[in-house]
Structure formats: C-alpha cells, structure tokens
C-alpha cells in the first residue's frame, strides 16, 4: 500500500460519518408514513359531587393524565353527571362509562359482598383496618372471587376513606334521639340504624343540601366532618355525633372488563398506581381533616356515652350474624371481621383502647 492511499484518522470518521447520514437519509426517506395512534378515552364517574370529587378522585385523574404522556387520557364526571348513582355498577357494566368510583353498596352491585361496601357497622374503627382487612386478611381475594361471576365488570381495588358520623340539624346525646330522624344513608347503615327509629332517606347528591334546609331532612349519616365542610353541608347542619357508626368507608374502583383488556399492559400498571396513590392521598387528607373540623368547624359535638353506645356496638354483632346468613361467601368475610377486630383488641393500644 502506497503513501497515497493511506488516510487519517479524522478523515476515517469524517467519511464514516458522511456514510451513515446518508444511509440514514435514505432509510428516512424510505421509510412510509406511519400516522399517529390516537390517545386511549375514558369517561369515569365518581360517587362524589364537584366539590369533594377534587380530593377523593380528581387530582389522582390529573396525576394519571400526565403520566400517561398523550397514550390516553381520562374525563372525570361526578355524581349522577351521566347516570343516576343507582344505576352507576349497570352503566359501568353495559360500557354506557368506562369505569367508576364508588363503593359496591349504593352503586347497586350486583354481588352478596355488597353489603361490606360503604360503612358495614362497626366493622372498622381506623382508615388503616381497611387496606389491612383487603390486603392482609383476604378481603381482596374474595372480591376477586366475587366479581369473576358478574360479567363486563372487573374490580381493581378497594380502598378507605371517611368515617361515618351523623351530622344533625337537632342534637343526638342519646339512643332516643335516633328515633324519627330522617337521615340521609347508604342502603346497608339505613337497615341498621331503622332499629333505633332512625328514617333512611335516599336523595340525589345534589339535593340533600336543599332537603336539610327546608326540613325534610334532619341529618345525615354518610361520612365524616371533613366531608361534611368540603362539600358545604355543615352550613345547614348543627350537631356532629363523635360516636361512629364505621370507622372508614370502603369505595372502590371498577372498569369495564372490554375496556380494560384493550389498555396496554403498562397503562393498565400506571391506571393501577393512580389507584394507589388516590388511597395514599386520601388517608392523610381526611385524617388531618377529621381533627381540624372537630377544632375549628362549625357544627357542636355531641356524644352518646359509652355505656349507652355499648349497645349499639352489641347490636352490630348480631346484625353481623343476620348478614352472614345471607350466603357461604358473606359468611367468610363476616368470620375475617370478627377474626381482625378481636386480634386489634388483644393487640391493644393504639389498634385498639379499651
């Protein structure tokens, strides 16, 4: 090899470089046009009004929204924006929405398990039994269990929100007080609570402010104080009753099963870590809320006294039997309550205070 034909080494690289810009110019140019896929849509709607929506499912959305980089993109409705609450679990089920938050009891879903939706009295006392009855006590694979036998509708995930207390416009200081109040409630709580006299209302989301003020009802029986001032019900209310009929409401999240088999794998990943993180956000805003509003809200705390309360607490026992009566699968959960809150018991301070 002569002199002549010999090359640097910048003049290697800098003829390599002009080679592979041109191959990858032809490649480009060779290449068809391949159109953008268009982003996945959901329609979710919420058990929630406007106001409340924004804490328990709306900033989890916007968190989703964002992640998911333009791959899909989800549209949140609130309560009864598209289908009557009722009807939520069926509109879910006929793919009328992609998906829905809510809990198993006032959707009307048409599982036995249903009942343990919402606030099964008594059966928690803190936001945190209710992940540990699902996730380490085997609640979760039983509604697994459970939701395989109903079509179209896939369970994801339960999680804890508010406790339930009574918020009144007259004061409830004993057992007697209960008697002919008209109550705003989930259907599961009203058979409970029709012992004591209690009257179960069922009303629009949006109209039980309007009933409260003019009088057709005397209170309400679906969450915490912290829901209570969110949403702007205190303002017709007076009494908050410290005694909780449940110490956390269990909701869940569910999706239209063909709508959930078309999401790719890892969408279906990113959709479940927004369930997560909604969990997350939600055991800490409504325990700091909780406090807060028995300080610096508005409505006067009321207490049945212990011994008084001790009765209900017995009640609920018994009303634990009657439900598990209803089905095998009912009688397993009931056994797993009782089975969890005995431990606590033993377990002792803070699980559980004499």
């Keep these: 090899m002569t002199d002549t034909t010999k090359i640097t080494k910048r003049e290697f690289f800098k003829r390599a470089g002009l080679a592979t810009a041109g191959a990858v110019g032809a490649t480009t140019l060779a290449m068809p046009h391949v159109k953008a896929q268009a982003p996945i849509k959901w329609r979710l709607q919420t058990y929630a009004g406007p106001a409340l929506s924004e804490h328990v499912v709306g900033n989890a959305i916007e968190w989703f929204n964002t992640a998911a980089n333009g791959e899909m993109e989800i549209e949140l409705y609130t309560a009864d924006q598209l289908v009557p609450h009722g009807e939520l679990f069926r509109a879910v089920q006929q793919g009328t929405i992609d998906a829905a938050q809510s809990d198993d009891d006032s959707a009307a879903a048409p599982v036995d398990v249903k009942v343990f939706g919402a606030y099964f009295p008594l059966a928690s006392r803190y936001s945190l039994d209710v992940p540990?009855?699902?996730?380490?006590?085997?609640?979760?694979?039983?509604?697994?269990?459970?939701?395989?036998?109903?079509?179209?509708?896939?369970?994801?995930?339960?999680?804890?929100?508010?406790?339930c207390n009574?918020?009144?416009?007259?004061?409830?200081?004993?057992?007697?007080?209960?008697?002919?109040?008209?109550v705003y409630t989930f259907p599961t709580a009203g058979q409970f609570l029709a012992k004591y006299g209690v009257v179960p209302v069922s009303l629009p989301y949006e109209?039980?402010?309007?009933?409260?003020?003019?009088?057709?009802?005397?209170?309400?029986?679906?969450?915490g104080t912290t829901e209570l001032h969110t949403v702007g019900w205190a303002n017709a209310l007076k009494y908050y009753l410290t005694n909780?009929?449940?110490?956390?409401?269990?909701?869940?999240?569910?999706?239209?099963?063909?709508?959930?088999?078309?999401?790719?794998?890892?969408?279906?990943?990113?959709?479940?870590?927004?369930?997560?993180s909604s969990h997350y956000y939600r055991q800490h805003w409504y325990w700091?809320?909780?406090?807060?509003?028995?300080?610096?809200?508005?409505l006067e705390l009321t207490t049945i006294p212990a011994a008084e309360w001790a009765t209900v607490e017995k009640d609920a026992l018994t009303f634990w039997d009657e439900i598990a009566g209803q089905s095998e699968r009912s009688a397993r959960v009931v056994e797993i309550i009782k089975k969890y809150n005995a431990d606590m018991e033993l377990a002792g301070a803070p699980y559980r205070y004499s």
């Design 207 to 223: 109209d039980v402010e309007p009933a409260l003020q003019t009088g057709e009802l005397d209170g309400i029986c679906w969450s």
């Design 166 to 182: 009574f918020g009144t416009t007259k004061p409830i200081r004993s057992l007697a007080d209960l008697n002919g109040l008209r």
């Design 244 to 276: 909780p009929l449940s110490g956390a409401w269990a909701g869940s999240y569910f999706v239209n099963t063909a709508k959930w088999n078309e999401v790719p794998p890892h969408l279906q990943q990113l959709y479940r870590m927004m369930i997560d």
């Design 288 to 298: 700091a809320g909780e406090a807060k509003f028995r300080i610096e809200g508005n």
């Design 132 to 163: 540990a009855l699902w996730h380490w006590r085997g609640l979760k694979e039983i509604w697994e269990e459970a939701y395989a036998e109903i079509p179209d509708v896939t369970w994801l995930s339960t999680g804890a929100w508010d406790p």
